[in-house]
């Protein structure tokens, strides 16, 4: 429960739409009980005045009117309640998105590398949205219960002492009891319904991005498999669930059963004793029968509870996770140059040591190569520079500030970093440029378009820089997917490039213009080149080679 609760105080700045929600369902249940009650007494009072003879002296225009306005009433407060209710829960809910957005934006340059993309994607809308049962499904209903079931106790009490104690427990047991109960048994099943969901849209997502793979493979029926079981065991657990909403839902009904036969057997011992009229009786049973939809829905609602826990849970943990970098307040202005320095870095990765004693000094301006296999730690040597990560021992200063002293988005105002992963946005070419500079303009973009190499290929398309590249560029080749980062490279314009393999995957004539381009941007910026291959090498005046995260001698 304390995930739960731990989610509430975003609900503080929506209560007034969550209290008027409740107002306006109390309203739409008090009007159903009262419109039934009312209903059986001017029919049984109607009868009984016809029979009586005084059916000429019976006031049949105020309980019409009445039963009327009731239903209007009714129908009225049930399309407010709908209306209140979720748009309280759509307001709470964009509020804990945006919460759990703010919270994963430290967390984006390293700690979420460590997640799998469709299981974060799973946590940012379908465990999110399973929050709306918080509210809508328990909180709004519980209230609606107890104040509804005190009201009815209360209303019987005037009739007949014994029949309201006798209803108020039977309800009781049926909003509480039960509801335990089957959140009991519910919560294990409830809770693995998410768990499952989560992991059938995890295959799911990547049995359609490794469709092509897994063909070449022959290991789609396999993998579909997988998929399948998966799937059936969703299925399993949703059917038990289902069985045991409907054994709650059976066993609430047979509590109002009981309650009715309870109150037809107090009510004929009234009338018999001369304290209540045939009219009075209508009104015990009718409202007895009606006050059980107060507590119809809670069973359901604490048996499904366990899948809300869990979906908090998950959310939560992610939300709550420590960034790999500790962000200064206060922080200090970026310095006038832009020397780096590292000075005896040190980093591992859990137990394993990646990068050992590092000492560097790169002057502005400077072009230097670093070589060496895969896993050496030449990547992780750029990610400690832009802050995915801190080192662990040793410091990297920027002209003479230490970078973890600088604000991050300045610090990463300075840096351009092209890669063989620069990733591009389901947009347009314009739309995947402009996230370098926003407000460039469209000299500015014609320029970035020409340094980029792109004159040609935009011209060919009939939609210009407006044609939609799809997700991560999959509508252009991967040359022409590089030239658009190159691009959006030249409109950031920074002082300090980082290039990280930048040339992989490309064809040889592809290869020598990215080169070319960017031999005659680095020319006054400084520059830091890593690689496992000669191709690139001229571009830099001097050579590292690392080897096991060491340097182990300049080339």
Known sequence: MSDLRFFLHLFKPHAWWLVGGIVLALLTAFSTIALLTLSGWFI?????????????????????????????????????????????????????????????????????????????????TADIDALDALYLRLIAPAV???????????????????????????????SVVIPLIFNRLGKESSAATVTLSASLRLRQLELLQGMTDLLANQAYSRFSDSFAKNSERLIETEAD????????????????????????????????????SGADIAIVLFCVIAAFELVQPLPQAMQMLGKTQAAAQRVRHLATLTPTIEIASPTKALPSCYDLHLCNVSFRYSQ????????????????????????????????????????????????????????????????????????????????????????ATQKELNEAITFGGLTQFIGRL????????????????????????????????????????????????????????LASFAQDKTLVMVTHRAVGLELVDVLYKMKQGEFRHEI
């Open 44 to 124: 049984s009072a109607s009868a009984i005045a016809g029979l009586g003879g005084d059916i000429l002296l019976f006031n049949f225009m105020l309980p019409a009117a009445q039963i009327r306005a009731l239903a209007i009433t009714r129908t009225l407060g049930r399309y407010g309640e709908r209306l209140v209710t979720h748009e309280a829960t759509f307001r709470v809910l964009t509020e804990i998105r945006v919460w759990f957005f703010a919270q994963l934006i430290p967390l984006a340059l390293g700690r979420l590398a460590e997640s799998r993309s469709g299981d974060l994607l799973t946590r940012m």
């Open 241 to 276: 669930n289902n069985r045991l909403t409907a054994l709650s839902s059976a066993l609430t009904l047979l509590l109002s059963q009981l309650a009715l036969l309870v109150a037809l057997i107090l009510v004929a011992l009234g009338y018999k004793e001369g304290g209540l």
């Open 144 to 174: 609606v219960a107890a104040i509804g079931i005190t009201a009815v106790t209360v209303f019987l009490y005037g009739y007949h002492p014994l029949i309201s104690f006798s209803t108020a427990i039977l309800l009781l047991i049926a």
């Open 352 to 439: 394993q040591l990646v990068l050992k004693n590092i000492s560097l000094t790169i002057p502005h301006g400077a072009k230097i190569g670093i070589i060496g296999a895969s896993g050496s730690g030449k990547t992780t040597l750029l990610q400690l520079l832009t802050r995915h990560y801190d080192p662990q021992y040793g410091e990297i200063l920027l002209g003479d500030v230490a970078i973890n002293q600088l604000n991050h988005d300045e610090l990463l105002s300075c840096f351009g970093v092209l890669s063989q992963r620069s990733q591009l946005f389901a947009a347009t070419i314009k739309d995947n440029l402009l996230i370098a500079k926003p407000l």
């Open 462 to 517: 009939p939609d210009g820089i407006n044609t939609w590249i799809g997700e991560s560029g999959a509508k252009i080749s991967g040359g022409e997917a590089r030239r658009i980062a190159l691009a959006r490279l030249y409109l950031k314009n920074p002082p300090l490039l980082l290039l990280d393999e930048p040339t992989e995957g490309l064809d040889a004539d592809t290869e020598r213009d990215v080169l070319t381009t």
